[in-house]
């Protein structure tokens, strides 16, 4: 009777697992198919840790974060050594941007393993992003000890160094990046950056083509290639970098810019004047640097008065540009004829801007002087 009741007792199991087995396949058929609502409902009928995990899965497919939170705590806090769940629930954390439990159940993990390249990353990028760069940098470098060709920790850390002006250190990390992806438009892109701030524009204007080369054909590429290329006297190539940039929509002031300024590196100076005021034309906010620079053109040019005028109008466009307003007063000082306007303007100067720099000031503290000296006997 004990052997019946025994035999009856594991037909019953093996009916079960077979049960679920069958719903389980049906499930999974669902969720790798996209209905996850309906996979949700069956997944919950079994009811175990590898069913919950599947229910978590399937409400951040459906971009749910709230309910695949609250699964994954559920499932992390009944099966506390899941360590693929919690792995799971961290980076939905890092996803919804909640830092603070990030960075507390990445440290949980590494505690399980200090040897996850992945934990190090995720608990790095959650440190940056809370503003801690000293310990979340460390985390970064651990794990690109761990895995020299861990390339989202080796990003991080050369965007980080190329934010605070380190291109050494920037570079030295990016290059141990391009060493196993030569083509990661992102890590090239950081190098064509550094590349370009420290003023090595022919490497620049080469790592900027090669991206264009590679499908990134974004505005500030053409931008700084166009730049690079007239710092290295390639004029030619500068100015189809700059038309590439007007046939993007709403760039065509910036490549009017541009254009502008290659023309007047060479010296051709009507053209440059001609690009200018295209490149105010298109503009819908504040042109300062197009009138400072069509400025400068009329005073190449020996027109004293057109040059001034041109200066006024980029110091209302921009009242907090101090060069704009100095280039008012020692033009000012050369046009009028009267020093008591002369000196208006260096008062002005001397007034309205606080921080003026050192040498500005003294130059016209030293000609406010002069002026005065100059009416005092004028008037004798």
């Not at 198919?33 to 459906?62: C, F, H, P, S, W």
């Not at 994954?72 to 899941?82: A, D, R, W």
């Not at 590679?214 to 505005?219: A, I, Q």
């Not at 053409?222 to 500068?238: D, F, H, M, P, V």
Request: aromatic fraction near 12%; charged fraction near 30%; hydrophobic fraction near 40%.
């Amino acid at each position: 009777m004990k052997q019946l009741s025994l035999v009856v007792l594991l037909g019953f199991l093996l009916a079960k697992v077979e049960a679920q087995s069958s719903a389980f396949a049906m499930a999974d058929s669902l969720y790798l198919t996209g209905d996850y609502t309906k996979a949700i409902n069956v997944y919950a009928e079994i009811g175990n840790e590898k069913a919950n995990l599947q229910i978590a899965r399937a409400y951040a497919a459906q971009n749910n974060n709230e309910k695949a939170i609250a699964q994954y705590e559920g499932l992390v806090k009944k099966y506390p050594e899941n360590i693929l769940a919690q792995f799971e629930l961290g980076k939905l954390y890092d996803k919804t941007k909640q830092y603070t439990m990030s960075i507390s159940l990445f440290k949980r993990l590494m505690e399980a393993t200090r040897k996850n390249p992945e934990f190090f990353y995720y608990l790095g990028k959650a440190l940056q992003a809370t503003l801690d760069y000293d310990k979340g940098n460390k985390a970064l470098q651990k794990a690109i000890a761990i895995d020299s060709t861990h390339l989202r920790s080796i990003y991080l850390l050369g965007k980080y160094y190329v934010s605070v002006e380190e291109p050494q250190n920037a570079l030295k990390t990016i290059d141990l990046g391009l060493e196993t992806a030569p083509n990661d438009v992102a890590l090239m892109n950081l190098k064509a950056l550094v590349k370009f701030d420290v003023g090595e524009y022919e490497i620049a204007a080469s790592l900027f083509e090669r991206l264009l080369e590679l499908g990134e054909k974004k505005p500030f590429i053409y931008r700084k290639l166009g730049y690079s290329l007239a710092n290295r006297w390639k004029y030619k190539e500068a100015k189809e970098a700059y038309k590439q940039l007007g046939g993007i929509s709403d760039y065509q002031a910036d490549a009017y810019l541009g254009l502008a300024q290659v023309y007047l590196q060479e010296q051709q100076l009507d053209s440059a004047e001609t690009y200018f005021l295209k490149s105010i034309e298109e503009r819908q906010y504040i042109f300062d640097n197009e009138y400072r620079n069509l400025g400068r053109i009329a005073r190449l040019n020996g027109e004293l008065k057109k040059s001034l005028d041109y200066y006024t109008r980029a110091w209302e466009e921009n009242k907090t540009n101090q060069l704009h307003y100095w280039q008012i007063c020692i033009l000012g000082d050369e046009y009028y004829k009267d020093p008591k306007l002369k000196l208006a303007h260096y008062e002005k100067f001397l007034t309205d801007y606080d921080k003026v720099m050192p040498f500005l000031k003294e130059r016209a503290r030293k000609r406010v002087t002069e002026l005065k000296e100059e009416i005092h006997f004028g008037k004798d």
